[in-house]
């Protein structure tokens, strides 16, 4: 079997090792397989290796290069070659799969379901036929959400972009932002190449992707830094041809490469390992023509198009390194991250003088997104001079003029900063996705000074400047300011604070004081909880107001009835009527104008359903209930004092029924938080009832009950709590 199958295939023994360089020697009546054939081997545990021919040598050997480590060969070893180069499976199948550079799977997922395996090398043509054609109609942007990217280095399909920085400036961050931002929104597919970076890092992806419901339009594909030059050089060419499979299907692919950087120095050490002469810069002589190789096959073609965003490390930070420029040479927006701005904070660190894109153009983008975007680039132009000025005479010196073009500027930089999904970790702020147009919007307030009163710290990691309007909406925050200053738990200078900056991003002010790290979650939580109990509380209480402002209660007749009603939990009204303090008539009344306050529709409705409790409490029949509701048309006089007039009823039941009827009411805003819980799926139906049930019983308030049930947490409580809250205080407003 073997005998057959080495007749087919020639058939070489290892004759030596270095690291990853095998040396394999061929009879003298076989052909040296090809340049970039695939050779099989064993190691001596039976584990496969690949080794790819990269040289052929004198005395019938060939100089191959090990997909893997070569640990373990034994000398003399049968190398079979395969007759074929590196063929990878492409297609549909690769979604959600990991896999390595020779494209088996690495995830334990089991084989990879493909039909179609394609060879990573293409042949070169002369002339590509289609690029002759007019390739695009047009320059389609793909909108990223990131206000900096959206507005300086807009993302064209079949374009190439690139993060170049050095160490730790938040490369891989952007990347995966990105990933998050786009894939999310984009109907095309995604193929991410992990290259000669920590290993972690493909597990981090996966994990990432899986939380975020993506991982099924992702393909990935990895030769990280544990794995030998051959692998982390040859990756970048596997991952390309996955992406070029789905292109030719007509998908727009988004391509994320993790580090370029990584595949010139995986070319360099090969180059090193097999021989050559270094060229004057230190990187292999074949630097340009193997960065050509793969960067050429980025483009959009007929149908589809492949979009790379590339991360490219600068050793230490230095944009000059010969590997750096000849990838940038190759990137149509370069993105360079800079030092200082990681030091003071300002991410993401992308640095706006030094960075620039062939896209920031008025066919590209259109007149008005330029005009702000070379305007806002003049603006931090301007800025780098004037802080050196400011270094030594100090701000107060500067000529009126130049002072708020410094001022704009510090704050347009701080306003281009951005709370990252994927670095939620690392600020503690949720991550914000900003459309364009509000980017545009945003810069152009602070261009036109419609921000200069602000401070600039309250433009630091936001999304979107949106206009709060200032009055009735700052009603409601500021009595949760007020609540939460009544409590001690904070100053007046903080919720300050918290309110300018509230004003700016339209938050809901609660979310801010956390972010701003004023308060714990867990007390706003309750204080929270409090303030909408209150508002619960509140039609009760303004009954009593009104039966006090009416006269027909005092005001110490209504605190002992509020007293006994806290011990007995029986209705207001009812008290009120036991303890001999007003007549049904007078609830009534009292009842109506309270309705009347409230506004008209609900007035109409009110008697229509007094009636209906009454109805269903069997207390009056269908037939008196029509009698009396076409005697109040013909009388105007209300439907319980009528009912009591034509002897259908007795004052005490037209009570309970209106107590009833106010309970009801009272009740309406904690059903509705449970609604809205039920609504959002963040609680069953069944929860809610036992919730509620525990809740009449307890007096505990809803949302405390249903945190200690463990239905919900607090986050997702103080999440729909403030939401209600906001309603709430529109609904005051209208
Ligand atoms: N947008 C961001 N928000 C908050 N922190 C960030 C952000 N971007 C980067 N960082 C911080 O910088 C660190 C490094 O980021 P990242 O791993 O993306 O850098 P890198 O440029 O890929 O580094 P390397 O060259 O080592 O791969 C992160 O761990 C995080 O602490
Ligand atoms: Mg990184």
Redesign the pocket.
Known sequence: MEQQASQLKPVGRVVAIRGPIVDVRFDVDTPLPPIHEILETQTDDGQKIHLEVAEHLENHRAKCIAMSSTIGIPRNTQAVATGSPIRVPVGKGLFSRLTNVMGDPIDRKGEIQASLRRPIRKKATAIDPDLDEPSHKGYEILETGIKMIDLLYPLVKGSRSG?L?????????????LIHNIVERHQGSCVFIGVG??IREGNELYYELMRTNLLDKVVMVFGQMNEPPGARFEVILSGITMAEQLQEEGQDVLLFI??VYRFCQAGSELSTLMGRIPSETGYQPTLFSEMAEFQERIRSRRGGSITAIE?V?MPGDDPTDPAVVCIFSYLDSNMV?SRER?QAGL???IDPLVSSSVHLDTDVVGERHFGIATEVLKVLNKYEELKRIVMVIGVDELPRSDRTIYERARKLQKFLT???FV?AA??GKKGEYVPLVDTLASCEKILSGQLDEVPEENLYMIGAIRSAPREPKGQKPRRLGELLVEQKQLTEEQIEQALARQEITGEPLGAVLVQMGFITESNLVRVLSEQLYRQEKQPARRLGDLLIESKVVTLEQMQRALARQKETGELLGSILVHMGYATGTDLMKALFVQRAHEGGAAEAKLPRRLGEILVENKLVMPEQMEKALAWQKSTGEPLGAVLVQMGYITEDHLVKALSEQIRDQEERPARRLGNILVEKRLVLPEQLEIAIQAQKETGELLGSVLVRMGAITEQQLLQVLSEQLDRAALEIEE
């Open positions: 993060f920085g050095g160490a730790g400036l938040g490369k891989s961050i952007l990347t995966l932002e970076e920590r993790d580090n991360a490390f991250l990681v991410y993401p660190a951005q709370p990252f670095g690392y600020t």
